[in-house]
């Protein structure tokens, strides 16, 4: 499960800068959409909220990006065994990671059926 999380993000990891841009352009287009609504009707209602989803995506998709582009590769039985242990541990942080990572994708699944009434 981390190493075909490393590869996605390996593949992903040219449009990390592209990541970026585009959540700053949803921040604005959301702070406009609020700042700047008199009257707020359905449509726009509707826009904000496909706004906050589409932000919710990014920030999956480059916090994917960020934490598995550095997995620690497993450790052959010629280093020591104090470094196989940390190596072990620092791999089983990375499998939590994973878990959290994968539970929060489902969310945002669930949550983007649910907003887009599917």
């Not at 959540?23 to 702070?31: F, H, Y």
């Not at 990572?101 to 699944?109: D, L, P």
């Amino acid at each position: 499960m981390i190493s075909c999380l490393d590869k996605i993000s390996s593949v992903l990891r040219p449009l990390h800068k592209f990541t970026y841009l585009l959540a700053i352009v949803l921040i604005a287009n959301i702070a406009y959409q609020l700042v700047f609504s008199v009257m707020p009707s359905v449509a726009q209602s509707n826009e904000l909220m496909l706004n906050f989803l589409a932000l919710a995506w990014l920030l999956l998709v480059n916090l994917m990006i960020q934490v598995f582009s550095r997995v620690p590769v497993t450790l052959q039985s010629k280093t020591s065994f104090l470094a196989r242990i940390k190596n072990k541990f620092h791999r089983g942080l990375y499998y939590v990671l994973s878990l959290i990572f994968i539970v929060i994708s489902i969310a945002v699944i669930l949550l983007s059926f649910r907003m887009l009434r599917i």
